[in-house]
């Protein structure tokens, strides 16, 4: 028999937390039926926090009249007895027991989620009401210790048939890696659940077979249009059913369709829900048909350029009258390094359920696999660590002395965008490429730039560089793990070692000290901007940095030293070596501060790190790109600032560029409201009486809601004093990080449009669609401005006579109107915004902000009680 369990507590710690609930089903092994359970409420000895009793409904008066733990502690103990305990991340609720005096020690436990790791490797999300979804379990109450444990007992059934099911296909892979586990309970599910293949595969038997699979497909055909044939776009357009052209999109065509057949630089800001990309995908399918010569379409995100590529372009290849390719490329990091991952499996004892579980689904994966990118998967935890060992992040995949060049990932890739007539990628990956060896892009002539608002930004992240002690280190472990495997006997390897180690350490203690010199202590995330007065008070600093990048590049000469056939097993640190030594002398030896940031940071998940960015990216911009291809079109819905492109033109560097501004459809006097409340004060001190009026809202408007904060501590407090009064009236409130993925709250909310209102920051509501009239009220509680401590912010603000006018404004402005634009939908909805922050009426600037809003909008200053009557009247 079997123990499936779970437990409601009062916070995550097991050290300082209480349990408040726990649920215990004894399940026989063979049927998984049930034999008996355990289940109560339990006095934790304090308050439940709000919070808590908001996520699970356990409230102070549930527990009150219940047992402490320690009056029920025999009567658990005496139920799991020696039997294994089976759970959903299985690790936390045993840490829990064991905390309260329940002796685990003979419990064997197995964890749901390590098999759904493995064998949903696909799926978004792996959290238990995600995956009874996926596996049309019915959950009851989710985050109710009774409700999560009959749904785990149905889950662990489920997988296990799943991974009889994938057993049947990969049972030498399975029986190996789950054999070589350390964890004695995945070796019981394995005799348990698994039949022992006749003759059992050796380590390199597997790989060999593993490998002779990626040769099979290798092959990448062409399938490039050899016809001549002009196609009319606009005839094509009007011959789809329930198509309607609009003037707008009709004009877009026709400037984007000249812009690449004359060659050119257009601009082009095409407000929403025109079909802007209808209108740059045909010219571009034109373009390409007719000149036997490839269009690049650029996003600004991995999740658009898939829309575009999966929905948009598949409609166009089942209708356009001609036959045409079209491919998606991503940056190298997004694909599995063939040689890297074997040379993980060489050099990693594979024994940790991370470890296999990370292998089984690569290896599973990649045999399936039509694109071969790596964010088709979900990873977590440690799975981090292993991945930065595995992606293809360096040119070396590329060269002819990597033994597996035919069949990385990378290069099939490759090849296939050269053989294709539509090639999407998206910005981070174009701007890495422009810099990179290797590259993949590298024959970009013809390109559309989507979201072009966003590029200053881009530009700033893809090329930002970083380094941290960690990653040193980790690069000398893995240089001293080769040495031992292919038995290199270096002189002074240990010499070396110990001299980087103890240099770096000293230097990164020097950023710490600073960093820490500048922030209180619980100070989250410590960013410092590094100034030339940094060198100044710590000259020890470039000869620490010196120091290590003679001993890096000593190193590096002696592996070389050892001969190619020797060498070629260190081609990838040898890279990684190089880039040490170039950040450290642009950074620290011979930093240039007119053309970069450099700052240093401090958080719990990365430790210290050194960073370095582009001051100017628009100069960037002009230099490797817009000289450098022949057409290229800008567009997004939000391009002009107050009804110009100055500022676009300053940060872009596009005033040579042909502008056009499109019209809207939609009537935004008859669809659109935008009310602004007076009476709320402050909005720097104002959160009781602001939560009171969202209170108000919530229950007259019911659902259909989004508001948007700038801060999750913002978010934190509504929800702590909202949630549990909204639920009663059956009004669901959906907060980000505390109400499950991201993924869940929006398939939620489309489920549940008229009574469910979510609480999110911007990065959050980022490239969301929700369709029609299911969002109907947007709710702004801050105006968007740039954090200004952020080292980069403060960088670029002096370049400006008035950083706050010409800089900190824009910005602001920008952010609005995209949060503005991405609320419209059809012609048929009707919309209220609602702007809360005082500084839109009672400051010198307030008029700049309302260019963020179409002109013809109804603006309504009023009290926040009209605001609400106005709302329950047209209820």
């Given at each position: 028999m079997f123990i499936v369990l779970d437990l409601e507590t009062t916070g995550l710690s097991a050290k300082d937390d209480a349990i408040i609930e726990i649920a215990l089903i004894k399940i026989n092994r063979e049927d998984f039926s049930e034999v008996d359970r355990f289940h109560c409420f339990v006095n934790p000895g304090r308050e439940i926090p709000p919070l808590i009793s908001q996520i699970t409904n356990i409230f102070d008066e549930d527990v009150q009249d219940a047992k402490r733990f320690d009056q029920i502690a025999d009567e658990v103990q005496d139920f799991i007895e020696w039997l294994p305990l089976i759970g959903h991340n299985i690790p936390f609720d045993v840490r829990f027991l064991e905390s309260h005096d329940i002796d685990t020690s003979k419990n064997p436990y197995i964890d749901t989620f390590f098999l759904a790791n493995i064998l949903c490797y696909t799926e978004k999300s792996l959290n238990l009401w995600y995956?009874?979804?996926?596996?049309?379990?019915?959950?009851?109450?989710?985050?109710?210790?009774?409700?999560?444990?009959?749904?785990?007992?149905?889950?662990?059934?489920?997988?296990?048939?799943?991974?009889?099911?994938?057993?049947?296909?990969?049972?030498?892979?399975?029986?190996?890696?789950?054999?070589?586990?350390?964890?004695?309970?995945?070796?019981?599910?394995?005799?348990?659940?698994?039949?022992?293949?006749?003759?059992?595969?050796?380590?390199?038997?597997?790989?060999?077979?593993?490998?002779?699979?990626?040769?099979?497909?290798?092959?990448?055909?062409?399938?490039?249009?050899t016809s001549e044939e002009m196609v009319d776009l606009e005839l094509f357009l009007s011959e789809i059913p329930d198509f309607e052209l609009r003037n707008s999109q009709k004009i877009m065509l026709d400037k984007v369709d000249k812009n690449l057949s004359l060659g050119g630089k257009i601009l082009i800001e095409a407000p929403t829900w025109i079909g802007k990309t209808f209108a740059y995908l045909l010219p571009a399918i034109k373009h390409a048909l007719a000149f036997k010569e490839p269009v690049h379409i650029s996003t600004s995100t991995k999740a658009l350029q898939d829309q575009i590529y999966y929905k948009d372009l598949f409609f166009l290849s089942e209708h356009f009258p001609r036959a045409f390719s079209y491919t998606k490329l991503k940056w190298k990091r997004n694909?599995?390094?063939?040689?890297?991952?074997?040379?993980?499996?060489?050099?990693?004892?594979?024994?940790s359920t991370s470890q296999v579980s990370f292998v089984l689904k690569i290896f599973l994966w990649s045999m399936e696999t039509e694109f071969w990118e790596l964010d088709e998967l979900q990873f977590y935890g440690e799975e981090f660590w292993f991945l930065s060992d595995v992606h293809a992040w360096n040119s070396f995949i590329f060269d002819?002395?990597?033994?597996?060049?035919?069949?990385?990932?990378?290069?099939?890739?490759?090849?296939?965008?050269?053989?294709?007539?539509?090639?999407?990628?998206?910005?981070?990956?174009?701007?890495?490429?422009?810099?990179?060896?290797?590259?993949?892009?590298?024959?970009?002539?013809?390109?559309?730039?989507?979201?072009?608002?966003?590029?200053?930004?881009?530009?700033?992240?893809?090329l930002k560089k970083v380094i941290s002690f960690d990653k040193l280190q980790k690069l000398l472990e893995k240089i001293e793990k080769k040495l031992l495997k292919y038995d290199i006997k270096l002189e002074k390897s240990s010499i070396y070692k110990q001299s980087i180690l103890f240099?770096?350490?000293?230097?990164?203690?020097?950023?710490?000290?600073?960093?820490?010199?500048n922030f209180k202590l619980d100070t989250k995330y410590k960013n410092l901007l590094l100034s030339e007065d940094f060198f100044t008070s710590h000259s020890e600093v470039p000869l620490l940095a010196q120091k290590v990048s003679e001993n890096l590049e000593s190193f590096r000469l002696d592996i070389i030293w050892q001969g190619e056939k020797k060498a070629i097993h260190f081609s990838s640190e040898m890279q990684e070596i190089t880039?040490?030594?170039?950040?450290?002398?642009?950074?620290?030896?011979?930093?240039?501060?007119?053309?970069?940031?450099?700052?240093?940071s401090h958080d719990d998940n990365y430790g210290t790190q050194i960073h370095t960015t582009l001051l100017r990216p628009w100069e960037f911009l002009k230099t490797h790109l817009w000289s450098k291809v022949e057409s290229v079109t800008l567009t997004s819905a939000t391009l002009q600032m107050e009804w110009n492109f100055e500022y676009i033109d300053a940060t872009l560097q596009t005033q040579d560029f042909e502008k056009t501004v499109l019209p809207s459809d939609f009537d935004y006097a008859q669809q659109a409201l935008l009310c602004i409340p007076t009476d709320l004060w402050s909005v720097k001190n104002n959160m009781q009486k602001l939560t009171e009026f969202l209170g108000k809202f919530f229950h007259i408007v019911s659902g259909r809601t989004l508001v948007l904060f700038t801060a999750f501590f913002s978010i934190k407090e509504v929800y702590s004093n909202l949630k549990i009064e909204l639920e009663r009236e059956k009004i669901h409130l959906l907060a980000q990080w505390i109400s499950g993925s991201k993924h869940k709250q929006i398939e939620f909310f489309k489920a549940n449009p008229a009574n469910s209102i979510m609480l999110w920051t911007d990065t959050f509501w980022e490239w969301i669609d929700i369709p029609g009239q299911d969002l109907q009220y947007l709710l702004i509680h801050k105006i968007p401005f740039a954090v200004p401590s952020d080292p980069i912010f403060m960088a670029r603000s002096k370049l400006y006579k008035d950083?706050?006018?010409?800089?900190?404004?824009?910005?602001?402005?920008?952010k609005l109107k995209?949060?503005?634009?991405?609320?419209?939908?059809?012609?048929?909805?009707?919309?209220?915004?609602?702007?809360?922050?005082?500084?839109?009426?009672?400051?010198?600037?307030?008029?700049?902000?309302?260019?963020?809003?179409?002109?013809?909008?109804?603006i309504r200053y009023t009290t926040s009680d009209k605001l609400l009557d106005l709302l329950s009247q047209n209820k």
């Open positions: 995956l009874c979804e996926v596996f049309w379990i019915q959950l009851e109450s989710a985050h109710r210790a009774i409700d999560d444990t009959v749904a785990t007992v149905k889950l662990f059934e489920a997988l296990i048939i799943k991974l009889q099911e994938v057993f049947k296909l990969q049972a030498q892979l399975i029986w190996y890696y789950f054999t070589s586990c350390q964890d004695s309970w995945v070796k019981i599910l394995r005799d348990e659940y698994l039949q022992k293949p006749e003759k059992v595969e050796t380590f390199d038997e597997i790989l060999s077979s593993f490998e002779k699979i990626l040769q099979k497909n290798t092959i990448v055909k062409s399938d490039k249009s694909y599995l390094w063939i040689s890297s991952f074997l040379e993980f499996l060489h050099s990693w004892h594979i024994s002819d002395s990597n033994p597996y060049k035919d069949i990385e990932f990378a290069l099939k890739a490759r090849k296939r965008a050269k053989n294709s007539d539509i090639i999407i990628t998206n910005n981070h990956i174009l701007f890495q490429d422009l810099v990179s060896d290797g590259s993949l892009l590298w024959w970009v002539k013809n390109l559309v730039l989507d979201e072009a608002h966003s590029l200053e930004d881009i530009v700033t992240q893809s240099d770096s350490a000293e230097l990164f203690s020097v950023v710490e000290w600073e960093i820490f010199s880039f040490f030594r170039q950040f450290l002398s642009e950074v620290l030896l011979n930093p240039d501060f007119e053309k970069n940031i450099y700052y240093m950083s706050f006018a010409q800089y900190a404004i824009p910005k602001s402005i920008l995209q949060w503005f634009w991405r609320l419209i939908r059809t012609k048929k909805d009707t919309w209220i915004v609602v702007f809360l922050d005082d500084r839109i009426y009672n400051t010198k600037w307030w008029e700049r902000f309302l260019s963020s809003f179409p002109n013809d909008i109804k």
